[in-house]
């Protein structure tokens, strides 16, 4: 329903009088050819897939293979949702001001596919083949891990085009939107289905070690292709430096200066690729190299 939808509602409904909307209008494929959208915007495909591998498949496997009834049943599907509903606000604030998004989405993936090893349980590591301990952790640990892949999803993706696009916000922002949606669609679509046919093919514990290696290997490329080491190391680093120092404030130091020109440069090396290819209409930073937006600095945490 989202292409009808966009088509039949037009560009300018929910649009401020004062935003101007003329121009060259800002598309699906214009911005999944910035990298970062892109693999934000498989991220959370990626995420759906964990998420709905085991709905075909539970209610048998509890049944037959754990005695469960009905009710335990129903619980075990309500399990991971609770696990995210509890832990998403205690880790919101973490994500959105002391980790960069990006950092936080892979990280987040490691904790899936571990999540995957105990739901089998693992074959591959010669786990017990039915433990209802083990698979309930799993089931949580998925969960908490999502919290951590789902929720950065949007703001990676707007992080990306940071001072880009800046008479279009509102529509760059539905545009967002409904990538994200219909990633997660798609999600929908290839989890239990893929799920269902490997199972039929090799059986319940081996489905999950192989959709631990798809987590995995997708983790793996994006790190690769987005810069995600010195992301995740950066992101450390100046959480560490924070808990380790209390001060005022106003009073900033020069190692939280230079961790917070190092993210930012980074960013700034993706805007300047995007720039060769004509994507990039300005440039949002000043000769310092830091952000004269204040809400970024807040952003950080640096207080």
């Known amino acids: 329903m989202i292409p009808f939808m966009k088509k039949s509602l037009g560009p300018e409904l929910d649009r401020d009088d004062d935003v101007n909307n003329e121009g060259v209008k800002v ?17 959370q495909f990626i995420n759906i897939i964990a998420f709905t591998s085991g709905q075909p498949l539970f209610g048998p496997r509890l049944s037959t293979d754990y005695g469960f009834s009905n009710l335990l049943i129903g619980f075990t599907f309500a399990v991971p949702t609770i696990a995210y509903i509890l832990t998403g606000p205690l880790l919101l604030p973490l994500i959105a001001k002391k980790f960069e998004s990006r950092a936080t989405m892979m990280c987040g993936f490691f904790i899936l596919g571990f999540s995957m090893t105990f739901v089998g349980p693992s074959n591959v590591f010669g786990f017990p083949d039915t433990s209802t301990a083990m698979m309930i952790i799993g089931l949580i640990v998925l969960g908490t891990g999502a919290a951590c892949t789902v929720i950065p999803v949007i703001p990676e993706m707007m992080n990306a085009v940071e001072g880009q696009y800046e008479e279009h916000s509102s529509e760059v922002s539905d545009t967002f939107s409904g990538i994200f949606n219909i990633a997660g ?15 039929d093919q090799v059986g319940f514990n081996w ?15 994006y790190i690769l292709v987005c810069g995600g080491f010195g992301s995740i190391g950066r992101s ?12 005022e404030p106003s009073s900033v ?6 961790l917070l020109q190092e993210e930012e ?4 090396t993706d805007n300047d690729e ?5 994507e990039y209409t300005e440039n949002p930073h000043d000769k310092s190299g830091l952000s004269t937006d204040t809400s970024l600095v807040n952003s950080y945490g640096i207080n």
Not at 27 to 43: D, H, P, Q, T
Not at 191 to 199: D, E, I, K, T, Y
Not at 274 to 278: D, I, L, P, Y
């Open 207 to 221: 489905t999950f070690d192989i959709v631990f290696f798809i987590i995995i290997g997708y983790n793996i490329i």
């Open 253 to 258: 130091d020069s190692a939280d200066h230079r």
């Open 27 to 43: 598309g699906y494929i214009k911005l999944l050819k910035n990298k970062r959208v892109f693999f934000a915007g498989m991220s």
């Open 265 to 268: 440069s980074d960013t700034q």
């Open 274 to 278: 995007e720039t060769t290819k004509g």
């Open 185 to 199: 669609g798609f999600g929908q679509i290839v989890g239990p289905s893929v799920a269902g046919v490997l199972a």
């Open 236 to 247: 450390f680093k100046a959480t560490i430096a924070r808990c380790k120092r209390q001060r």
